[in-house]
């Protein structure tokens, strides 16, 4: 079971950028589908980005279409989220996840613990 840890949330203000970054252990990382969820206050968790096992095929959930980018480095058994033109309804916790499958997939059995995102107005 691979384990996650996500690192470089924080408060930023409307318009910032800010990187995600999710760093795994206990698994191959290259045999794992890898995604960013998020859950705001109140809300369900709602996916974000999900990227196949080398990076070559990704998606995005309308919303972030465009101003996020999920990328990997499977070198340094990582997964980034960039999230540009960053928005106060971006604000949530970000999950990170894994899951054992080449392609890209919105399915997922492994999480991180999170990191707060916050977006100031």
């Known amino acids: 079971q691979v384990q996650l840890v996500e690192s470089g949330g924080g408060l930023v203000q409307a318009g910032d950028s800010l990187r995600l970054s999710c760093a795994a252990s206990?698994?191959?990382?290259?045999?794992?589908?890898m995604g960013w969820f998020r859950q705001a206050p109140g809300k369900e968790r709602e996916f974000v980005a999900a990227?196949?096992?080398?990076?070559?095929?990704?998606y995005y959930e309308d919303s972030v279409r465009g101003r996020f980018t999920i990328s990997r480095d499977n070198a340094k058994n990582t997964v980034y989220l960039q999230m540009n033109s960053l928005k106060p309804e971006d604000t949530a916790v970000y999950y990170c996840?894994?899951?054992?499958?080449?392609?890209?997939?919105?399915?997922?059995?492994?999480w991180g613990q999170g990191t707060q995102v916050t977006v100031s107005s």
């Open positions: 990227i196949n096992w080398n990076g070559d095929s990704t």
């Open positions: 206990g698994g191959t990382f290259s045999n794992y589908a």
């Open positions: 996840a894994a899951s054992p499958k080449y392609g890209v997939t919105t399915n997922f059995g492994s």
